[in-house]
């Protein structure tokens, strides 16, 4: 997206859980503790992916976007399409949106990637000034 800034990306963390959940440090009930909103998110909201859930290795993951903003007033707290965000980026100066893959089999669920989205980021071209000469 055009307006996406301040992005951060939780890959490291990710394969840092996995791999205690792998060497037996880390539970998987631990990990695999999706509340039902997120999982009802997933079914409706959620963009399918082509990445195995690293934990049951049943499912494929589904990414979930969720926003949070103070001019989104009411909307603040949920979860949206990826072609809704592109409509809010133009609609408002400034949101967070974040990111968690899911499996609906096993609830396994992470924090993937949070950026900012809105109009507020983007510098419009500045006016040219005339010239004594115009």
């Known amino acids: 997206m055009r307006t996406q800034r301040q992005v951060v990306d ?10 205690g959940v792998h060497s037996g440090r880390v539970g998987t009930f631990e990990v695999c503790d999706a509340n039902p ?49 592109v409509r809010m980026s133009t ?4 949101f967070s949106v974040y990111t968690v893959e899911v499996c609906r089999t096993c609830s396994w669920n992470h924090l993937v990637q949070s950026y900012v989205l809105g109009k507020g980021g983007v510098r419009a071209p500045k006016p040219r000034r ?3 000469a115009e």
Request: net charge positive; with cysteine.
């Open 37 to 85: 909103y997120l999982l009802r998110a997933a079914k409706f909201h959620g963009v399918p992916t082509e990445v195995t859930c690293p934990v049951c290795r049943k499912e494929q993951l589904t990414h979930v976007n969720w926003v949070y903003g103070e001019e989104l007033k009411h909307a603040s707290g949920s979860a949206r399409a990826p072609e809704e965000l």
């Open 130 to 132: 005339r010239t004594a």
């Open 10 to 19: 939780y890959a490291l963390q990710r394969r840092a859980l996995l791999a």
């Open 91 to 94: 609609m408002f100066e400034e």
